[in-house]
């Protein structure tokens, strides 16, 4: 079996790679890594163990000292196109950063290296994005350089998570080994609900609000209601599914659950109140790591609101797996 090397950019937690090392097994090898987030850093160098170490700015590496792949990994930065940011495009800048443009960076370092695949996912808002244009430059830059591009929003709840989260997801073949259509999953697993991916009780009390933040939740709520913004937490029901995981803001409090078995009532935390007595809580990062996929082996050692921030940022792997299965299928069968 052939082994194909990859190269995984804008690494975050290593939530693309993990869908590929799952969909190729024992036949790719990820040959070099960039991420500039030292916490997000830290959680992939735990979870994975390279002999190399994990490049910095991506800006600042040069095409040639990257070691030669057949395919590229880059969930490049959302947060420019995102419909809950500013959508400030490619002149979206972030300490001093344009993160709209790093996008040409993968376009630099794969027209030099001429892999066989390119694969990106980003928001949804991508498509919508200054009336299309940002889309077509992206796509455009990716024919340029000799690919062909297939794209499809998929949601994340049609892949056996119990989450609403709305990707578009691109897959760039070269021209010369590019199939005439490639068939994105459909995602048919059985329908799975919060309730399924909830830790053992007790949950830490922690996770539990206390009764002063929500009222403040609640007078929050009713201000936005007044003014006709649907903006304000959310308490989802354990038998629906989450809400889009995000980091920053009301990140958290757009998927508060009731979770009334045992716990303490007893704060472990410094907190005005007491802990409410409706039993709401957060959910907590390792549930935030199986709305997005995430094996329970996978090591979360870093504090809380790194992982948040970690699980809001990163993928949906049992999204990228089907995806990454069916481009196995391209390179096997249907290339030259």
């Known amino acids: 079996m052939k082994k194909y090397k990859s190269i995984d950019l804008f690494a975050g937690i290593g939530g693309i790679r993990l869908g590929f090392d799952n969909a190729f097994g024992?036949?790719?090898?990820?040959?070099?890594?960039?991420?500039?987030?030292?916490?997000?850093?830290?959680t992939y160098t735990e979870n994975f163990h390279d002999d190399f170490g994990i490049a910095g700015d991506?800006?600042?590496?040069?095409?040639?000292?990257?070691?030669?792949?057949?395919?590229?990994?880059?969930?490049?930065?959302?947060?420019?196109?995102?419909?809950?940011?500013?959508?400030?495009?490619?002149n979206d800048s972030y300490k001093g950063m344009s993160r709209g443009t790093l996008f040409q960076d993968?376009?630099?370092?794969?027209?030099?290296?001429?892999p066989k695949v390119i694969f990106c996912e980003n928001v949804k808002g991508l498509t919508i994005h200054d009336k299309g244009r940002t889309f077509k430059v992206i796509k455009g830059a990716f024919e340029e350089i000799g690919y062909t591009v297939f794209y499809k929003?998929?949601?994340?709840?049609?892949?056996?998570?119990?989450?609403?989260?709305?990707?578009?997801?691109?897959?760039?073949?070269?021209?010369?080994?590019?199939?005439?259509?490639?068939?994105?999953?459909?995602?048919?697993q059985k329908p799975v609900c919060i309730r399924d991916i909830l830790d053992d009780a007790p949950i830490p009390s922690k996770y539990y609000l206390s009764d002063?933040?929500?009222?403040?939740?609640r007078e929050h709520r009713a201000r936005h209601e007044a003014a006709g913004h649907g903006f304000g937490y959310v308490?989802?029901?354990?038998d629906g599914i989450a809400g889009t995981i995000v980091c920053g803001g009301m990140g958290?409090?757009?998927?508060?659950?009731i979770d009334s078995r045992e716990h303490s009532m007893i704060p472990t935390t410094h907190i005005k109140g007491e802990i409410n007595k409706e039993d709401i809580r957060k959910m907590t990062p390792r549930e935030w790591a199986r709305l997005q996929g995430f094996p329970d082996d996978y090591k979360l050692?870093?504090?809380?609101?790194?992982?948040?921030?970690?699980?809001?940022?990163s993928v949906t792997v049992n999204v990228i797996e089907a995806i990454a299965k069916e481009i196995r299928k391209v390179l096997i069968y249907g290339g030259h």
């Open 235 to 238: 308490i989802r029901d354990l």
């Open 252 to 257: 958290r409090e757009g998927n508060l659950i």
């Open 212 to 217: 002063v933040y929500m009222n403040t939740l």
């Open 153 to 188: 929003i998929l949601n994340s709840k049609d892949f056996g998570v119990p989450q609403n989260r709305e990707r578009i997801y691109l897959v760039c073949f070269r021209n010369d080994i590019a199939p005439e259509d490639f068939f994105f999953p459909e995602g048919t």
């Open 58 to 90: 991506i800006t600042k590496i040069k095409e040639k000292d990257i070691p030669a792949f057949d395919i590229c990994l880059a969930g490049f930065p959302c947060q420019a196109f995102s419909m809950a940011g500013k959508h400030g495009g490619f």
């Open 106 to 114: 993968v376009v630099r370092i794969c027209e030099y290296h001429k």
């Open 301 to 313: 050692t870093l504090a809380d609101a790194s992982l948040y921030k970690q699980f809001g940022n």
């Open 26 to 42: 024992d036949s790719i090898e990820t040959v070099f890594v960039s991420e500039w987030d030292l916490p997000a850093q830290k």
